[in-house]
């Protein structure tokens, strides 16, 4: 069983450009996460989708956003990008729900020039 | 005070000996996570907790609920076993609130 994937692995951005980030859950899987670990920090939730669904969302501004499509893959958008956004960004899938345990990808790690 | 505290922050071992990483927390939960990173940054889930015990192999996890607080254990520890250990917790009906990370490093 394939698991979790994200495109791409490593990405450079210059400040103020948009960047799109891509996760394809394991089959069968209908939530998915996404989560932001800045370089000597811990991991942050950025958002839970669920069935298409927006269920939660963390402290970040609205220039982070995403969505879950019918496939239940998923894209997390960032605009405007700034320096502090440099980061390695975490994807994880589960059956639909907190109660079910995660399983990540390899995650996408973004540098911002 | 973070709502996950985790202990110790970094821990180095000798290959063969038992190692303990705390995590507390001060919030009510419906589940608890046990992850392992390793350097290249890849997470893998070890266990997930809402209540006793749970082993694998090496490891085991164990909750007391009433004392909010959860220890993962590594027996006979190797030096493959060096990685960041996270605790994170999933205050209910919410998401998952992570712990700062145990820097494990067991010597050969």
């Known amino acids: 069983e394939a698991g979790v994937t994200q495109s791409p692995t490593h990405l450079i951005k210059t400040r103020g450009q948009q960047v799109t980030l891509r996760c394809s859950p394991i089959?069968?899987?209908?939530?998915v996460y996404w989560y932001q670990q800045a370089l000597g920090l811990g991991l942050q939730f950025l958002l839970w989708y669920d069935e298409g669904e927006e269920r939660n969302r963390g402290n970040f501004p609205p220039r982070f956003s995403g969505r879950q499509f019918p496939n239940y893959s998923s894209e997390l958008n960032v605009n405007a990008l700034e320096l502090e956004d440099s980061a390695l960004y975490l994807c994880a899938s589960s059956f639909n729900g907190l109660s079910y345990e995660q399983y990540f990808g390899p995650g996408t790690r973004l540098t911002v020039t | 005070k973070n709502e996950v505290e985790q202990s110790p922050q970094n821990l180095t071992a000798q290959e063969g000996e038992f190692i303990t990483i705390n995590c507390s927390y001060s919030?009510?939960?419906?589940?608890l996570h046990w992850l392992q990173q390793h350097p290249g940054g890849g997470i893998v889930s070890l266990f997930m907790?809402?209540?006793g015990k749970k082993k694998h192999g090496r490891l085991i996890a164990t909750i007391n609920i009433q004392e909010k607080h959860s220890s993962l254990h590594i027996t006979a520890s190797h030096p493959r076993d060096s990685a960041v250990y996270i605790c994170?917790?999933?205050?209910?009906?919410?998401?998952?609130?992570f712990g700062e990370g145990t820097q494990l490093t067991v010597n050969p």
């Open positions: 919030v009510g939960i419906s589940a």
């Open positions: 994170a917790v999933v205050p209910s009906g919410s998401r998952l609130t």
């Open positions: 907790l809402s209540s």
């Open positions: 089959s069968g899987h209908t939530s």
